[in-house]
């Protein structure tokens, strides 16, 4: 399976993103790591070039919220090109305090089917492998 991976906007958690790299390789998925200050167009490139089949944007700095909430926008511009495709973030994903019951339901309404804040790597990697077991 492949994933495209990175971090988004202006984030520079390099040591953090090469262990989301690791980690997904060494659960045998394919990695096309794009890197950090990623823009979320840029993601959504890479995951049409690749013809991949997940999408895990991670954030650390806490601004995934202004930086991916266009998800829905720009999937709407590749009409079904992209449903099978499954969209995670993870990560710190807001700036200042928020629970979880907060922050998820609105990155699903940004069009994220996993979103997982401030959870582990190991546990949020568990979770998508249970998700696309689920879902295949």
């Known amino acids: ?3 495209v ?3 988004v906007g202006n984030d520079i958690h390099v040591v953090a993103n090469r262990l989301i790299e690791l980690s997904l390789k060494a659960r045998g998925f394919e990695v096309f790591n794009l890197g950090v200050n990623t823009y979320l167009e840029e993601f959504i490139d890479a995951v049409v070039e690749t013809n991949a089949d997940v999408l895990l944007i991670s954030s650390l700095n806490g601004e995934a919220e ?3 909430r266009e998800l829905k926008i720009l999937l709407s511009k590749y009409g079904n090109l992209l449903d099978n495709v499954t969209f995670m ?5 807001v700036v200042g305090t928020g629970s979880a019951e907060d922050i998820v339901p ?9 979103v997982f804040h401030q959870v582990d790597l190991n546990t949020g990697l568990d ?3 249970k998700y696309l077991e689920d879902n295949k």
């Open 1 to 3: 399976m492949k994933v």
């Open 106 to 114: 609105k990155f699903k309404n940004y069009g994220f089917d996993l």
């Open 127 to 129: 979770e998508l492998e």
């Open 5 to 7: 991976t990175g971090v």
């Open 66 to 68: 202004g930086w991916a």
């Open 89 to 93: 973030i993870g990560g710190n994903l």
